[in-house]
C-alpha cells in the first residue's frame, strides 16, 4: 500500500495496513536548530525550503523526511518576496507589522502593534498584507504536480500558520482582544473580519495550483489552555465558529476532495462539536496532557466524525528516552488508532532539547507499533 493510499483510508474512516506518520506538517516540523541538527545526523547539505521566515520552524526539506519515512509530503504558500524574516538577527518584523524576537532557539512576539487602537477607523488606517503580493505563489504548482505524478506521497497543503482569531491577540495583545470581544464587539468583529478576509485570499493563492491535487488542507487557531478553552463555548459560537464555517466552506469550493485539518493547542474538548460544525475533518495535536483531552474518550464519543492527527506529546514523551516514547505511542495506537482513524505525528514541532534518537527514529519507531496486520 503507498502513502497516499493508506491516508487515504485513513481519511475515509478506513483501517490500512498500518498507521500513517507525517512530519513537517502544522505542529510536527523541526525548529531551526533542530533541522540542522537532523541534516548533520543524515548528512544531508542543501534542500531547505524556508516557508516561514519569521518563525523558528522556518525551514521544510524534503530530503529529512524522505530520510525519516514520512507519509506526507507538503506544499505551502511562501512569503512574498520582500519578506527577510531574521537573516542572522535576533529580530525581525513580519507582514502583519509584528516584530518577532528569537529567543533561546525560539521566536516570540515582542510587540502588539494594534495595543492602543480605539477605533475601527484605526483598523482601517493600518498597513494590512497584501494577500496577492508578489511570490506567494512560487514554485507551488511545479511541486504540487511532480509530488503528485511522481511520488506516491499523500499530499497536503498549508497557507496560514497562526488564524484570524490568533493573528487579532497577537495585534492586540491577549488581554486587550479577549476585552474587545466581549465589550467592544464592533471593534473585535471588524478586527477578526479583515484577518480573514485576508487568509480566505491566501488560500485562494495556494489552492488554485494546489486544490486539485492535495489529500489534506491544514488550518490553525489555538483556542485551549492547559485547562480549558481561551473563552466559554457560547462566546466561540458567536465571534469564531461562524467565520471558521466561512474560511472552510471556501476552502472546499477550492479543493472539493481534500479534508480540512486544524490545529488547535490545549484542552478544547468542550469546542470539539463547534470545531465538526465547522466543518473540520481532521484535529491536530491532540495535546492529551491537556484537561478533558483522554484519548480513549475522544475515539469513542468522536472517532466516527474526526480524524486524529499528532497526540505524541512533547510534554510527556518526547523529552524522555525511547522506552517512555514507545509507551507513549502504543497507547496512542491502543485509543486514538483503535479503528484507524489516526496520523502520528508529535504534538509540537522537534525541538533541540529532544535526545536525536527520538528524532531520527520517530517514523520507524510509530510505523513498527501501528502495524495493524500482527
Request: aromatic share 10%.
Amino acid at each position: 500500500m503507498t502513502s497516499r493510499e493508506r491516508v487515504q483510508m485513513i481519511l475515509d474512516h478506513k483501517k490500512p495496513d498500518r498507521v500513517a506518520v507525517d512530519l513537517g506538517s502544522t505542529a510536527s516540523g523541526f525548529t531551526n536548530p533542530t533541522m540542522v541538527r537532523v541534516k548533520e545526523y543524515f548528512g544531508i547539505e542543501g534542500g531547505d525550503i524556508v516557508f516561514r521566515p519569521d518563525e523558528s520552524a522556518a525551514i521544510y526539506n524534503d530530503m529529512v523526511l524522505e530520510k525519516m519515512g514520512s507519509d506526507f509530503r507538503h506544499v505551502f504558500l511562501m512569503p512574498p518576496e520582500n519578506v527577510q524574516g531574521f537573516k542572522g538577527t535576533d529580530t525581525a518584523v513580519n507582514e502583519w507589522g509584528m516584530q518577532k524576537t528569537m529567543r533561546a532557539g525560539l521566536s516570540q512576539n515582542s510587540s502588539n502593534p494594534l495595543a492602543d487602537a480605539d477605533s475601527i477607523e484605526d483598523l482601517k488606517a493600518y498597513p494590512w498584507p497584501d494577500p496577492y503580493a508578489p511570490g506567494r505563489d512560487r514554485g507551488i504548482r511545479e511541486r504540487i504536480e511532480d509530488l503528485y505524478h511522481n511520488t506516491d506521497y499523500a499530499l497536503a497543503a498549508r497557507a496560514v500558520s497562526h488564524g484570524f482569531f490568533e493573528l487579532a491577540w497577537e495585534l492586540r495583545g491577549m488581554e486587550n482582544f479577549l476585552v474587545d470581544m466581549m465589550a467592544e464587539k464592533d471593534f473585535a468583529n471588524y478586527l477578526l473580519d479583515q484577518i480573514l478576509d485576508i487568509q480566505m485570499a491566501m488560500y485562494d493563492v495556494l489552492l488554485k495550483d494546489a486544490g486539485a491535487y492535495v489529500q489534506m488542507v491544514e488550518t490553525a487557531d489555538d483556542y485551549g489552555t492547559q485547562n480549558g478553552p481561551l473563552m466559554s463555548p457560547e462566546l466561540f459560537r458567536e465571534m469564531i465558529l461562524p467565520r471558521r464555517r466561512k474560511l472552510n466552506d471556501f476552502i472546499r469550493s477550492k479543493a472539493p476532495k481534500a479534508k480540512i485539518f486544524h490545529h488547535t493547542c490545549g484542552s478544547v474538548y468542550k469546542l470539539i462539536p463547534d470545531l465538526i460544525e465547522a466543518g473540520i475533518d481532521v484535529l491536530n495535536p491532540i495535546q492529551h496532557s491537556a484537561a478533558e483531552m483522554d484519548t480513549y474518550r475522544l475515539q469513542e464519543e468522536y472517532g466516527d466524525r474526526l480524524i486524529f492527527h499528532g497526540a505524541i506529546d512533547e510534554q510527556t514523551a518526547l523529552i524522555y528516552g525511547q522506552d517512555v516514547l514507545r509507551r507513549e505511542m502504543e497507547e496512542r495506537i491502543r485509543s486514538l488508532g483503535r479503528d484507524g482513524g489516526y496520523i502520528m505525528a508529535p504534538t509540537s514541532n522537534f525541538q533541540d532539547d529532544m535526545p536525536l534518537e527520538n528524532i531520527v527514529h520517530f517514523a520507524a519507531m510509530a510505523k513498527e507499533i501501528g502495524d495493524y496486520t500482527k
